[in-house]
């Protein structure tokens, strides 16, 4: 960062590179972020993001940024997520990003060569290199980047050992929402990845959704198998809730550009079943 004055905030929502009209300044921004910090990196912020209520300053910043830098490519949302955890649980969160970058790899590939467990699709080469030709190397990054807060979700609603299955479940279906925007939004608005065959939701086949939701189970039972619980509990829900939904934006604002009413409705569906399944079975739980 360029020293310790006063930082202009491009607006949530405008194109980057332009600035809003009556801008946000912050002063001085924090120590924690000056260059060379795990923080460094996270220079453009968006001003409407830090009033994000019951964070801490530099958890506001990181969440800003995320909003600022939503795009295919999820630099700026990673560099965000990675400072929270550094900040929040130290490095313990390696070994589960490791494991989850390996399993959703070996799913990629399987998918973009038998077609299995997703149907047959193929990536462009929007998203940069590629793992043996096949997948980007940014997409497990991603697979981890939405599944951390799916499962923490899950963890805070269904705590301990008793309520494994139900935190699958939940984690999973919370993970296999965001994908109702992002396939539209990615393979029918833009052209990241091509589906080989004709299916039913805006060219995704039905099949899709079923491989999702048993990845995503797959990658529950990563997190539940190194303990992620220990250290997840460690992280902000306002923060995770908050970094889940501005990372939805990016998929769901390209569905509303394109004229893709079905896939914000579905999503918006799907996100408040899984709120009123858990909704239910807390009321249930307080009733017994």
């Known amino acids: 960062m360029q020293g310790h004055g006063v930082r202009t905030l491009r607006a949530v929502g405008a194109p980057l590179g332009v600035e809003h009209p009556h801008p946000t300044r912050v002063e001085g921004f924090l120590p924690a972020c000056h260059s060379g910090s795990p923080l460094g990196s996270l220079e453009r912020v968006a001003g409407k993001a830090v009033l994000v209520a019951g964070l801490e300053d530099v958890d506001r910043l990181c969440l800003a940024a995320v909003v600022d830098e939503v795009r295919p490519e999820p630099g700026g949302a990673v560099l965000a ?3 929270v955890l550094v900040r929040r649980v130290g490095l313990r969160w390696l070994p589960a990003f490791m494991v989850v970058y390996l399993v959703s790899l070996g799913a990629e590939l399987a998918g973009t060569t038998v077609g299995l467990p997703f149907g047959p699709y193929h990536y462009t080469d929007g998203l940069g290199s590629k793992w043996l030709g096949h997948v980007p190397a940014l997409i497990p990054i991603s ?8 499962y923490a979700i899950a963890v805070w609603r269904y705590p301990g050992p008793a309520h494994t299955l139900r935190r699958v479940a939940l984690g999973s279906f919370i993970l296999l929402s965001w994908d109702l925007a992002l396939d539209p939004a990615m393979s029918l608005a833009t052209k990241y990845w091509i589906w080989g065959t004709d299916g039913p939701y ?28 220990e250290w997840v509990r460690g992280l902000s829900p306002a923060w995770m809730v908050a970094y889940y939904g501005a990372n939805l934006v990016l998929p769901v604002g390209m569905c509303i550009a394109a ?3 079905g896939a914000v409705l579905a999503t918006a569906v799907a996100l408040a079943v899984a709120w009123m399944i858990a909704r239910a079975e807390t009321r249930a739980e307080v009733r017994a």
């Not at 697979?143 to 799916?150: E, T």
């Not at 099949?207 to 990563?222: H, K, S």
């Open 81 to 83: 997520l990675v400072a």
């Open 259 to 261: 004229g893709l009413w």
């Open 202 to 229: 805006y060219g995704m086949p039905l099949l899709n959704l079923a491989g999702w939701f048993i990845t995503g189970a797959a990658l529950m039972v990563v997190f539940v198998a190194l303990r992620v619980d």
């Open 143 to 150: 697979w981890f980047m939405m599944a951390l807060p799916s």
